[in-house]
């Protein structure tokens, strides 16, 4: 059981990326999944989620808008599509998945945590 995260990279403000977070061993249309991130010396902040099934989808203010969380079921992946990227949005990005969406990322819901990709905004 694990995800991996994949996407990241170094973009100049206005640009775009599409992060993936990839299952493996469990099927991620019967959980929820998150997006957070962590910029150096900033607490871990939530992100995007998408509920398990119908995929209602929730947004912190910052990137409503701009981001937009999708999951596509035959892949087994979750993607997170950034748009107008600002120097703001820099940061190390993870998903985690578990019963029921929170953005707080030290909810007890989320189990299963990937290592991370990491997501520079820089001209």
């Known amino acids: 059981v694990q995800l991996a995260e994949s996407g990241g990279g170094l973009v100049q403000p206005g640009g775009s990326l599409r992060l993936a977070c990839a299952a493996s061993?469990?099927?991620?249309?019967?959980?929820?999944t998150g997006w957070f991130r962590q910029a150096p010396g900033k607490e871990r902040e939530g992100v995007s989620c998408i509920t398990s099934g119908e995929g209602d989808t929730y947004y912190t203010d910052s990137v409503k808008g701009r981001f937009t969380i999708s999951r596509d079921n035959a892949k087994n992946t979750v993607y997170l599509q950034m748009n107008s990227l600002e120097p703001g949005d820099t940061a190390r990005y993870y998903c985690?998945?578990?019963?029921?969406?929170?953005?707080?990322?030290?909810?007890?819901?989320?189990?299963?945590w990937g290592q991370g990709t990491q997501v520079t905004v820089s001209s």
């Open positions: 985690a998945t578990g019963k029921g969406c929170a953005l707080d990322p030290l909810s007890p819901r989320y189990d299963v």
């Open positions: 061993g469990f099927t991620m249309d019967y959980y929820a």
